[in-house]
């Protein structure tokens, strides 16, 4: 019988080169550090997250929200020293999309992202927030946003990843879980990750068809609450019906129509 120490290793893939866990903080710069240097020279960026807006889309307020959620235990100092360090990485990225460098930036979101509140203590201000600062960057030339419905499934049941094309065709593809964050560089891994972006992209709404149903999504909340100012729980609940009924509109209409905009994700 195999002995604990043969099971694990038998675990490992025979060949890791190019790929592996990235360092702690504890024993290295924050991973947020390690994200704005792939940020920096980055020539694409293809992000795809179902349930939170990426990070670089995010407001403060937002990304507090996100920080205290995956982390509870923080101390508020830390929550606060985090918030500060995403959101230089974020102005630095929109200051990036004006380099002739970066070609294009692709985040497609779930369809949760948009409708579920992380912090409801504000009854969606926050996240109302978001939803608009998201469709301001959403109009900029070098940045495509889109959703993915909720009934859509992801090939290979990806929750989120990130692919980050380098120069000389180097591609770094990023994903993070509850056990640490990891890179590969592997070239059937980021073949991988790109054909299952272009898949998910292909079944998301259009950027346009995305705009509106971020529009409709506020103006079902800005509904929500004038007819229940003092409800404490979240607005999705009295108007999803809305919201699915957008979703369906949008999806029939693409699937009818050609879809000029599209450019490689």
């Not at 704005?36 to 939170?52: C, Q, Y």
């Not at 930036?105 to 409708?115: M, P, S």
């Not at 070239?187 to 950027?207: G, N, Q, Y």
Request: charged content about 25%; some cysteine.
């Amino acid at each position: 019988m195999a002995t604990a120490h043969e099971i694990i290793n038998h675990l490992r893939a025979p060949d890791q080169r190019g790929m592996g866990r990235i360092e702690t903080a504890e024993t290295g710069p924050s991973n947020i550090d390690r994200l704005s240097a792939l940020d920096a020279t980055a020539e694409t960026i293809r992000v795809w997250d179902s349930t939170i807006i990426p990070g670089n889309l995010q407001t403060p307020a937002y990304s507090g929200a996100v920080i205290q959620a995956a982390h509870p235990k923080l101390p508020h100092y830390e929550v606060r020293r985090r918030v500060l360090l995403k959101d230089q990485r974020a102005k630095t990225f929109l200051r990036r999309t004006f380099d002739e460098n970066l070609k294009a930036a692709w985040f497609v979101l779930g369809e949760r992202a948009v409708t579920q509140c992380i912090n409801m203590q504000d009854q969606g201000d926050m996240h109302a927030s978001q939803l608009r600062h998201v469709l301001t960057l959403a109009a900029h030339a070098k940045i495509v946003v889109q959703v993915l419905p909720d009934r859509v499934v992801t090939p290979g049941l990806a929750d989120q990843f990130t692919l980050y094309g380098l120069d000389e065709d180097q591609r770094v593809g990023y994903v993070e879980t509850i056990m640490g964050s990891w890179y590969s560089t592997r070239l059937d891994d980021v073949a991988k990750l790109h054909s299952t972006f272009s898949d998910i992209a292909r079944e998301a709404m259009s950027p346009e068809s995305t705009r509106r149903f971020i529009r409709e999504v506020l103006g079902s909340w800005r509904s929500a609450k004038k007819k229940s100012p003092d409800s404490t729980e979240e607005p999705r609940s009295s108007s999803a019906a809305s919201v699915d009924r957008v979703t369906n509109a949008l999806e029939s209409q693409e699937r009818g129509a050609a879809q000029p905009w599209r450019r490689e994700p």
